[in-house]
């Protein structure tokens, strides 16, 4: 199940919601308010920079980019 991200306009108020696939679309109760107005935050994801061109899984197993 994914951790979904939601802002409420109403009263200012971030929260989380580990959600079902299933109900990914329902709109959760802000749990400040009460209100149904909050809205899916856009995530952003980090990752390793680096110009070597190998992936971040690659360089952190250890194996130079080789599974064994």
Do not use: W
């Amino acid at each position: 199940m994914p951790i979904y991200e939601y802002y409420c306009p109403d009263c200012s108020t971030e929260f989380e919601k580990l959600v079902r696939l299933s109900e990914a679309n329902i709109v959760p109760d802000c749990p400040e308010c009460g209100e149904k107005h909050a809205q899916k935050k856009l995530s952003a994801f980090a990752t390793s920079g680096g110009s070597t061109g190998r992936s971040v899984a690659a360089s952190s197993c250890g194996g130079g980019g080789r599974f064994s």
